[in-house]
């Protein structure tokens, strides 16, 4: 997508979603973050939401969620372009890149003020100590917004999604969080923010990602209703696990995709979803097998899938 003004963009996609019923076709995308090269789980998350996409007859597309930019690790953004191409996935919509569209981001969070849903926050970590819940101690000071946290105002109330994996899961974020932020006092946007902007702009409709992130669910269904955005669909899939309990991650030193073994790890991904078995094959033709005996009720409906992986 080709970055227009921010405020035209924003408007114009706002519009355009209201009054244009042939959006509501199936649109899903993978997001992997740089900050690292992907590993065996960032596979399954890309075949699972992939499969699921073209089995629906719907869209699928790649946005790289690269935000948080001191913490892009050199070389990652390079081997996930070169992983889509290897497991030869094709998406459906140019590939984007967050880091690109920082002023949509901030025309956002100008849209929030201006119904005085947002504010400013000096609050430092130090300050905060261990409480993880923010309690709003800044929320009537009116601070600027200049060299501040900006954070969201939250209601009290619970937000319900039924997750077609996980079931119904609930939160109350004045209880469970408090105001949280959106943008950092270094400047950083927060990805609940970004990817909330983009899933809308990209006119998703369903979300599949790793149960890592079933807690960010509710704020992100806050910050969709505070910008009448549609209420998307969301499948969080159970995660593979490392020998030591952990779930296989950048941060847990997961290995990174042997790009040269594309058919091979496809076969293991779609096993690990506990899908119908499919030949070894060219990637893009074993991907046509899978999608054609796509079945979301034979993945686990559970956090965490069965065995060892790296």
Not at 73 to 89: C, K, M, N, T, V
Not at 92 to 109: A, C, G, M, P, T
Not at 153 to 165: A, N, R
Not at 227 to 249: C, F, T, V, W
Request: net charge negative.
């Amino acid at each position: 997508m080709t970055v227009e003004s921010s405020s035209t963009e924003h408007s114009s996609a706002l519009a355009k979603r209201r009054n244009d019923v042939s959006l509501n076709r199936y649109s899903g995308r993978f997001a992997p973050s740089p900050t690292g090269p992907l590993h065996f789980g960032s596979l399954i998350t890309a075949v699972a939401s992939y499969c699921d996409a073209k089995a629906h007859q719907g869209l699928w597309h790649v946005r790289i969620e690269d935000t948080d930019i001191p913490r892009i690790y050199p070389g990652s953004e390079e081997h996930i372009l070169r992983a889509i191409d290897a497991f030869e996935f094709e998406p459906d919509s140019d590939i984007i890149f967050q880091k690109d569209r920082l002023d949509i981001y901030e025309d956002v969070i100008q849209q929030l003020h201006k119904k005085n849903m947002v504010y400013a926050c000096q609050c430092t970590r130090k300050m905060l100590g261990s409480n993880h819940i923010y309690v709003g101690t800044c929320r009537d000071l009116a601070l600027p917004f200049h060299d501040q946290a900006i954070r969201v105002k939250v209601s009290d109330h619970d937000i319900c999604f039924q997750d077609h994996l996980q079931g119904q899961h609930c939160s109350n974020l004045k209880t469970d969080l408090g105001d949280f932020v959106l943008k950092r006092r270094d400047g950083i946007i927060n990805y609940q923010l970004a990817v909330v902007v983009d899933d809308f702009l990209q006119g998703m409709t369903h979300v599949v990602r790793g149960a890592d992130l079933l807690n960010n669910t509710e704020r992100q269904i806050w910050l969709g209703q505070l910008l009448d955005y549609p209420r998307l669909e969301y499948i969080h899939l159970p995660l593979a696990m490392n020998d030591q309990g952990q779930k296989l991650s950048k941060q847990n030193m997961a290995q990174a995709l042997d790009l040269s073994k594309p058919s091979e790890l496809l076969q293991q991904a779609l096993h690990a979803l506990k899908q119908p078995a499919i030949e070894l094959d060219q990637p893009h033709k074993m991907l046509q097998q899978a999608v054609a005996q796509w079945n979301l009720d034979l993945i686990p409906h559970r956090t965490h899938l069965d065995g060892v992986f790296i």
